[in-house]
Structures are given as C-alpha cells and as structure tokens.
C-alpha cells in the first residue's frame, strides 16, 4: 500500500468513527431524554495534495459534522464529457455514488484545487437537482494561511463577496460553533437560494498545471 493509499484509508477510518460517535451520543442522549445537535452529512471535495490538512479538518470539527470523503477519481473511468448527454450521465453517477448520503458539499480550498476536474465534476453534481440525488449545499473553506488561493470557476459562478449567490467561501474556523453556523446556513440554502445557482459551466475534460 502506498504511502498516499494509507492516508486514504486514515481519513476514512476517521469518517466512519465520526459517524459512530454521533450515533452513541445521539442514542446515549436519548436514554436521558435530551437530543444533541444535529450534525450534516457533509462531502469534503478536495485535491490529493491537501489530504493531511483535510485529515487535519476531520479530525479536530467530526463533533460537528458527519463527513463523506471518499469522492471521484480516475478508478470511476468516466469517459472524457464531449456532449451534454454525457455531462448530465457525469453528474448524476457522481450524484449517485458519492453525494447521495450528504447535504452538504464542502470545498476544501487549496493550492491547486482549482485545476482538478473531479472537483469540478463533484461541485456540479452537488449543484445538480434530481428525483434521486437532492443538490448538496455549497460552502468552500480555506486555511487562512492560503486565503488568497484560486477557486474553481464553477465554485466562481456561484460566489460572490456580499453573499448573494448560492455558494459561501470562509476561512478556516476557529471554533466548532463558527463551522456549525456555516454548515447551517449551506444546509438551508437548498431550498432558500436555488434560484441563484449557475451550473450552465462545461465540465473540465483535464487538469490544469497550477
């Protein structure tokens, strides 16, 4: 197994303890008559490069957040998109396989994020509405030290600094319940700002150097 393999695997592991976790304290909650806080199946959307910071993520906000983080990569050999048939097949098999268990999509933003087609593709999966996959939230986070870092140009058509599109872009929380606030505010978004959502966007067919 090699050494990105074994990180992948980390990460999962985190993610599944998440869940149990949220599981135990919900049923241990019960038992005394009280409820605790809900927490959203979130997607993390990301590059390679950045698995130890998004390890990083998990690991220190999982009490507030029920992460996905197994997404789309070269094993799926989806063929290049050359018409909109083949888009809208992309997105709904993205859909199906790896956002249908989340609401929440989360862009974790780093150097090269950017020019990654399955980021792409897994945003506009998220910003897809069907009887089978609901659209995801959109909310994009970055560590501050990398705050001037490119988005996605999908992410781009759906952001704006006065937080009148779809999509949010914050820094890096600093506490649990900053993050929850924006989980909130992207979980509700769905039915409160679809009408803004631009994802008219052709699908990357390759990565860019960055």
């Known amino acids: 197994m090699s050494s990105y393999e074994q990180k992948v695997l980390r990460l999962t592991r985190l993610a599944a303890s998440a869940e149990q976790r949220y599981e135990v304290a919900k049923s241990v909650a019960a038992s005394r008559g009280s409820q605790v806080a809900v927490r959203h199946k979130c997607f993390i959307s990301y590059h ?48 199906a396989k790896y956002l249908s268990d ?16 399955f980021v792409d ?7 897809r509405n069907s009887p089978v996959n609901k659209r995801n939230g959109l909310l994009a986070l970055t560590p501050s ?11 781009v058509d759906n952001w704006a600094n006065d937080d ?5 872009y914050r820094f890096y929380p600093n506490t649990e319940a900053q993050l929850r606030g924006c989980i909130e505010d992207a979980f509700v978004a769905r039915t409160s700002r679809p009408h803004v959502i631009d994802n008219s966007l052709k699908l990357r067919t390759y990565n860019s150097s960055c």
């Open 48 to 95: 390679g490069a950045d698995i130890d910071l998004v390890t990083d993520f998990v690991e220190a906000f999982s009490d507030v957040f029920t992460p996905r983080v197994v997404g789309a990569s070269d094993s799926d050999h989806f063929k290049d998109p050359v018409n909109s048939e083949e888009e809208d097949y992309i997105k709904q098999q993205i859909g």
């Open 102 to 117: 989340s609401t929440v999509t989360i862009l974790f933003v780093g150097g090269c994020t950017w020019a990654r087609k």
């Open 121 to 127: 593709w897994e945003i506009a999966s998220s910003l």
């Open 145 to 155: 030290n990398r705050s001037e870092n490119k988005l996605p140009d999908r992410f």
């Open 164 to 168: 009148s599109k779809y999509a949010r």
